[in-house]
Nanobody, 126 residues
Framework: QLQLVESGGGLVQPGGSLRLSCVAS????????IGWFRQAPGKGREGVLC????????NYADSVKGRFTISRDNAKNAVYLQMNSLKPEDTAVYYC???????????????????WGQGTQVTVSS
């Protein structure tokens, strides 16, 4: 019923860029709180970026601030993670997730995400 489909991962050299896409079906992302998370081998899942319902509020992990941005395309029911100036330590499986009945004007990484994408591998290596 509720599904997020991710794409855009791959292998990139340090300093390069990738754009990850997350497209929803079964619900409307404009009214959902969206988070991007990542999990490196042997590590726990960490929050990277999130955007509130209606897109007014964003929250960035310190490690990606100034390099990653999140945006919505409501016409396509999609959210994007633009990843610039990539570093080897950004290597991880990246997931998008949604809270489909969120509080207004908030964006958190611990808010009980209801729907998760399948994950897409990002590898930053020379």
């Amino acid at each position: 019923q509720l599904q997020l489909v991710e794409s855009g991962g791959g292998l990139v050299q340090p300093g390069g860029s990738l754009r990850l896409s997350c497209v929803a079906s079964g619900f409307t992302l404009d009214y959902s709180e969206i988070g991007w998370f990542r999990q490196a081998p042997g590590k726990g899942r960490e929050g990277v970026l999130c955007i509130s319902s209606r897109g007014g509020i964003t929250n960035y992990a310190d490690s990606v601030k100034g390099r990653f941005t999140i945006s919505r395309d409501n016409a396509k029911n999609a959210v994007y993670l633009q990843m610039n100036s990539l570093k080897p330590e950004d290597t991880a499986v990246y997931y998008c997730a949604a809270i489909n009945s969120p509080a207004l004007g908030v964006c958190v990484f611990t808010g009980g995400y209801d729907v998760w994408g399948q994950g897409t591998q990002v590898t930053v290596s020379s």
